[in-house]
């Protein structure tokens, strides 16, 4: 059936895509209809994929895709199909592999040209609507891409076809098992610690990204090997972040990344996956320094996250956008005027402990940030700071805030609810963790036939979910099991690796895809091994498999991680730096931990000692003195006494002897190989 010769975003559940829908263009969004109606129009297909906090999206809208003009010449040459790239990762990692491969940077938005199949064949990202920033102009460029398609279609097509076997070969074909060894995260952590700025920490150089696979690989080298100079990369970087003007020092929270060398000016927008990653690290990094900092800052970003993501019935919407008013960084940036006229006399104390930095470069209104001795000046005195800005935080809340993109995507919700799981144990906050139980309740209550969607946006559900949606709802359970010792959820967890391999299994048994077996509008059935901002869906699979192994004690379910593991470490191989996701959960599977807590439920002394000490690579069952847990078993299916309170700490196969006294257990669950320290 033709589609009429409209816009037809108004009714996805996408508010990017609705962001969209008074656009003169005649967009559609990605389905098998859009795809056939290119296929009888015998058109090329302009693609155009975004998100609703990129900044650039936004410039190009309003410079082209509002420009009736210029849609009339994408109305008359082309299929327009507009994609969240949230909302469908599947389609958006086919595209930006593909534009890769043709030796192009890749970004947002998205601009590919596809053939009518919907096969590629050229591409690039942001165009202005004329010529300038040395870029072709965007109609400039249409109109040399639908010539090229009149006069050299074979060309083309044969193109597009090469192109895309070549990105199915990347993103989806098989590969012999890698060898999984503890030498290959050592390797690529001090490969990683090489291209470390360790003075402002973060990669060397600008832009900066708080890269997140990559900071887990070098603490995952310190927590084996005790070399300190990996844990004081990680801890150099989260200290300059937390510093910078890339943390909201009056709200609090993460922006995107800097544009500068020194995390000073953002992009402002706000993800829930980069604050879900960052207070995983700042949990991790108060357990080994004892800095208040980190404490601090994991309370800020909470309190966000809680105050302005939280939707109702208790899951997290996705980001806010970078700008408010049209321009960027509007609502958080202050004058120092504006400063002293909400604090009155308090101001001189702000700038006692904050710096209004304002580059010459930045157009905008100055950034709050903090030197090295005001972040340290300002935890001493955290009290006072914690009054300047609660005095701050109403007046900007009466500014007209950035848009919030609402939609409930699994995937980062269970980011956010282990996080907020762990973070609550570690500083005894059950609040957060009754937050935590509450997200996950409404995902898993918008669950189908036992299926989960993969997003949701009020009464509209994306379905079928993805594999990192049900790998990170595993991870999600597994944290809560650990906080509450409530079975129910491991009940969930061994029900989310039950649907992967019913719906994303491949037919070896020895990996999963992305997309579900019944999803019939992706051009290529990927498997989602390559880390983005947040580490690879196989990555989450495999930390997913490898801990609801160690929790159950499951023979078949032990051996189904390590042959996973052995292969996405075989396909690894070839683009390590782009997979260290897959590195760190192989190192998982190598050094699996479990710790058995039998202690007091009324008074416990080993519980608390465990939830100080952290440990990506471990997971914690607590059975109260005198009864007894079938999840509880040891290694080869013994049970340990619970008549006295003892904590048995197991790697692999092998457990240490029963420890009784907490600071005994403290020393165990610090220990470290000093050899390449």
């Known amino acids: 059936m033709s589609l009429p010769p409209k816009n037809m975003l108004a009714h996805e559940a996408s508010p990017y895509l609705q962001q969209h829908a008074n656009n003169p263009v005649h967009w559609r969004g990605w389905s098998q209809d859009s795809l056939a109606q290119a296929k009888e129009l015998d058109r090329p297909i302009l693609l155009s994929i975004g998100y609703a906090a990129c900044h650039w999206c936004h410039v190009m809208a309003h410079e082209s895709f509002e420009d009736p003009d210029i849609a009339g010449v994408m109305n008359r040459l082309f ?16 595209f930006m592999a593909a534009l890769s491969a043709m030796g192009e940077q890749g970004g947002w938005p998205l601009t590919m040209f596809l053939t009518p199949d919907g096969k590629p064949f050229w591409g690039g990202t942001y165009f202005p609507p004329h010529p300038r920033y040395g870029r072709p102009g965007f109609v400039q460029v249409m109109e040399a891409v639908s010539k090229a398609w009149h006069e050299k279609r074979d060309s083309l097509v044969e193109s597009a076809h090469g192109l895309t076997s070549h990105v199915g ?23 990683i610690y090489g291209m470390t700025d360790l003075q402002n920490g973060g990669l060397k150089g600008a832009p900066k990204f708080p890269n997140a696979p990559f900071m887990q690989a070098l603490w995952l080298s310190w927590l084996r090997t005790g070399n300190g100079r990996h844990r004081d990369a990680v801890i150099v970087s989260l200290e300059k972040m937390l510093s910078g003007g890339i943390y909201d ?216 979910a993805l594999s990192s949606d049900y790998a990170a709802m595993t991870n999600a359970a597994i944290a809560l099991f650990e906080a509450t010792s409530d079975q ?65 004690g499951k023979i078949g379910l032990q051996e189904k991680a390590w042959t996973v593991a052995e292969h996405a470490a075989g396909r690894a191989e070839k683009q390590t730096y782009g997979q260290v996701g897959v590195v760190n959960a192989c190192e998982l599977a190598l050094e699996s931990r479990k710790l058995i807590l039998v202690d007091s439920a009324d008074k416990p002394s080993l519980v608390p000692v465990a939830n100080r000490n952290p440990d990506p690579r471990r997971v914690d069952i607590v ?7 079938d999840l509880a078993n040891l290694p080869g299916g013994a049970a340990p006494p619970t008549t006295m309170a003892a904590a048995f700490l197991c790697t692999g196969q092998i457990c240490l002897p029963a420890v009784t006294d907490p600071n005994g257990l403290a020393t165990a669950l610090r220990a470290r190989d000093k050899t390449t320290a």
């Open 79 to 94: 299929v327009n199909i507009k994609v969240d790239r949230e909302e469908r990762p599947d389609i958006d990692q086919v």
């Open 169 to 191: 070969a990347r993103l989806s074909g098989a590969a012999s098992k890698g060898r999984l060894s503890t030498e290959t995260l050592t390797t690529l952590a001090d490969g």
């Open 249 to 464: 020092h009056i709200g609090g929270g993460l922006s995107r990344y800097s544009t500068d060398a020194f995390w000073l000016v953002p992009h402002f927008e706000k993800m829930l996956y980069d604050n879900a990653q960052l207070l995983r690290f700042c949990n991790w990094a108060f357990a080994e320094t004892g800095n208040q900092l980190f404490r601090i800052r994991i309370e800020e970003t909470i309190a966000w996250i809680l105050r302005e993501l939280r939707v109702e019935n208790g899951a997290f919407a996705s980001s806010l956008d970078a700008d408010s008013e049209g321009e960027e960084g509007l609502f958080y940036c202050w004058k120092e005027d504006e400063i002293k006229k909400v604090l009155g006399t308090d101001s001189s104390e702000f700038f006692k402990y904050f710096t209004l930095a304002k580059p010459s470069e930045w157009e905008g209104n100055p950034v709050v940030c903090q030197s090295d001795s005001q972040r340290v000046e300002s935890v001493s005195d955290s009290e006072t700071v914690a009054k300047l800005k609660a005095q701050l935080l109403p007046a900007r809340e009466k500014r007209i805030r950035p848009g919030r993109d609402g939609k409930i995507l699994t995937d980062w919700n269970g980011l956010a609810i282990a996080a907020l799981a762990e973070c609550g144990r570690a500083l005894q906050r059950a609040d957060w963790v009754i937050a935590a139980a509450d997200a996950f309740d409404q995902i898993v209550s918008s669950a189908v036939d036992g299926r989960l969607p993969h997003s949701a946006l009020g009464t509209k559900k994306l379905f079928p």
């Open 488 to 552: 129910a959820y491991v009940k969930h967890a061994r029900h989310f690796i039950a649907q992967l391999d019913l719906w994303h299994a491949d037919a070896q048994g020895t990996g999963y895809y992305l997309t579900a077996s019944d999803s019939k509008d992706v051009p290529i059935r990927i498997r989602g091994d390559v880390d983005e901002a947040i580490s690879s869906a196989t990555s989450q699979i495999v930390e997913a498999l490898v801990k609801t192994a160690t929790l159950t």
């Open 623 to 629: 059975v109260p003195i005198g009864t007894e847990s």
